[in-house]
Nanobody, 122 residues
Framework: QVQLIESGGGLVQAGGSLRLSCAAS????????MGWFRQAPGKEREFVAA????????RYADSVKDRFTISRDNTKTTVYLRMNSLKPEDTAVYYC???????????????WGQGTQVTVSS
């Protein structure tokens, strides 16, 4: 069992930046890829970004491409999401997720974090 602990959410004005972090409690095949989803009120959870190990191959949703950057610290099994140029429509609970590949994370993660709230004011 892998536990994921997220941090870094908060309230920010439109145009501002935040960095989310997610630390995994262990390194397993299920942490070969790590990523982020988000769920806004009244909407379905949606994929945001994911990244693999050992080669840092990343994948982004079109809505965040060029504004968000995902990265990971291999020694700590930690993934980060740097969010720039934030918009009110980015307001959501952001969830960390892991899987054995980019596709696995995007289509059916093995593990989920509890989520961290991001609120962007206009």
């Amino acid at each position: 069992q892998v536990q994921l602990i997220e941090s870094g959410g908060g309230l920010v004005q439109a145009g501002g930046s935040l960095r989310l972090s997610c630390a995994a409690s262990a390194r397993t095949l299920s942490t070969s890829a790590m990523g982020w989803f988000r769920q806004a009120p009244g909407k379905e959870r949606e994929f945001v970004a994911a990244i693999t190990l050992p080669l840092p191959i990343a994948r982004y949703a079109d809505s965040v491409k060029d504004r968000f950057t995902i990265s990971r610290d291999n020694t700590k099994t930690t993934v980060y999401l740097r969010m720039n140029s934030l918009k009110p429509e980015d307001t959501a609970v952001y969830y960390c997720a892991t899987g054995s590949s980019l596709s696995a994370v995007q289509n059916g993660p093995d593990y989920w974090g509890q989520g961290t709230q991001v609120t962007v004011s206009s």
